[in-house]
């Protein structure tokens, strides 16, 4: 249960139009794995024109320029570690003040000996993703046998080597039925924070099979019964926080059946851990709304499932683009969202996935077709 002196929905402590909370730099397209639902076109190569060390020194100083709370960069990919200025690049990052987080691919160039370099140049988490519960499925999505046993053999050496470890979970019809047993994994490697990422139909992964809306809103309430025993996060799935306002008010709807499949598979679990943690409130964060990604050649988006370019760091500041780009300030504006989204007595907390409403319907502020809230019954997809 959420403690009564914890908000149900944690909010930033500082305007979202003035800076980002969190900033995804992609340092490179570059990237050995071939993973079934990336957002990219992932290349074997550096891109020729990817942001040089140089600018990538400007664009570290331009988001510290924000001041304090200085927003947390995230260094992504394609791979970063295929970069080899990456300790370079973290080292000056945390000079500046700003937290430095990892999220690489699981390759040989991943060695406890590289962690062990970033983590004295100053970088305090590592995100890892685990995609199914067993080698089969993990393995398929990432394209290359063998990343299973690698990324839990990675995630172990994450934790020696002093990081928090963060894992990512991408989910789909094709793997939504093993989330209990990766939530188990999890549990076992000792990780921070568990990220589920709800598919948004881009880049390869729109030859994959998204959860409907009605499945959707099971798996959110199942991850809402879970978070007292690992911190969870909904990626590209803002209304987890119209669902945990729900809760805490004890207005839940009636669910179905996939939710009680995987709340059938964890009770097990649950009963077999006597600790029992505070569920970690969700942030009040949306695309562009404190959210913001920059590609490999500097072009500047709400988000890395929005493919909505805003500007590019080399032409002009970061903090001009976030602060100005008429894309971003719309996204701040949930009165200016069309159908049930602009209407949803939800607009200001949740909002909405735009990546999801722009992939789907063509319109960023355009109704997010993945929430069942106020959805007249004509239109309801049964799930």
């Known amino acids: 249960m959420t403690r009564p002196d914890r908000p149900v929905v944690r909010q930033l402590r500082h ?15 570059a990237c050995a794995l071939v993973c079934q639902h990336c957002r990219a076109d992932a290349q074997t190569r550096a891109h020729p024109r990817q942001l040089t060390t140089a600018q990538g020194r400007s664009l570290l100083d331009d988001i510290a320029g924000f001041g304090a709370p200085y927003p947390i960069v995230v260094l992504t990919g394609g791979d970063p570690f295929e970069r080899p200025d990456l300790p370079e690049l973290v080292r ?51 394209g290359v046998p063998g990343v299973f046993d690698d990324t839990l053999r990675a995630a172990r050496w994450v934790k020696d080597a002093g990081f ?13 039925h093993g989330l209990p047993e990766v939530l188990r994994t999890v549990l076992d490697l000792g990780a921070s924070l568990w990220s589920i990422f ?36 909904a990626t590209e799935a803002p209304h987890y926080r119209r669902v945990a306002i729900q809760r805490a008010r004890g207005d839940v709807a009636e669910l179905g059946t996939l939710h009680q499949m995987l709340t059938a598979a964890t009770v097990d679990l649950a009963q077999g851990r006597q600790r029992r943690r505070a569920p970690r409130p969700p942030i009040d964060v949306n695309s562009g709304r404190g959210f913001a990604f920059i590609d490999h050649l500097g072009d500047v988006y709400p988000s890395g499932f929005l493919p909505q370019r805003c500007g590019n760091v080399v032409e002009q500041g970061f903090r001009e683009i976030y602060r100005a780009s008429p894309l971003l300030r719309a996204l701040r504006d949930p009165a200016g969202f069309t159908g049930r989204c602009g209407t949803c007595e939800f607009a200001q907390v949740c909002g909405g996935s735009r990546s999801h409403a722009f992939a789907v319907t063509g319109d960023v502020l355009g109704d997010d077709p993945t929430c069942v809230h106020a959805r007249d019954a004509s239109t309801a997809v049964s799930g």
């Open 198 to 233: 709800f598919l948004v139909p881009t880049g390869r992964g729109a030859a994959l099979q998204a959860l409907s809306a009605p499945e959707v809103e099971d798996v959110l309430h199942w991850m809402h019964d879970v978070s007292d025993l690992v911190a969870v996060k």
């Open 92 to 142: 000056y990052g945390t000079s500046l003040g700003l937290h430095v987080a990892l999220s690489p691919s699981v390759t040989p160039r991943l060695t406890p000996a590289v962690l062990t370099e970033l983590r004295e140049a100053g970088a305090t988490a590592v995100s890892l993703s685990l995609d199914g519960a067993t080698a089969g499925t993990h393995d398929d999505f990432r």
């Open 164 to 176: 928090r470890l963060q894992v990512n979970t991408t989910v789909t019809r094709s793997n939504v």
């Open 15 to 29: 305007d979202a139009g003035d800076r980002p909370f969190i900033t995804i730099w992609e340092v490179t397209r």
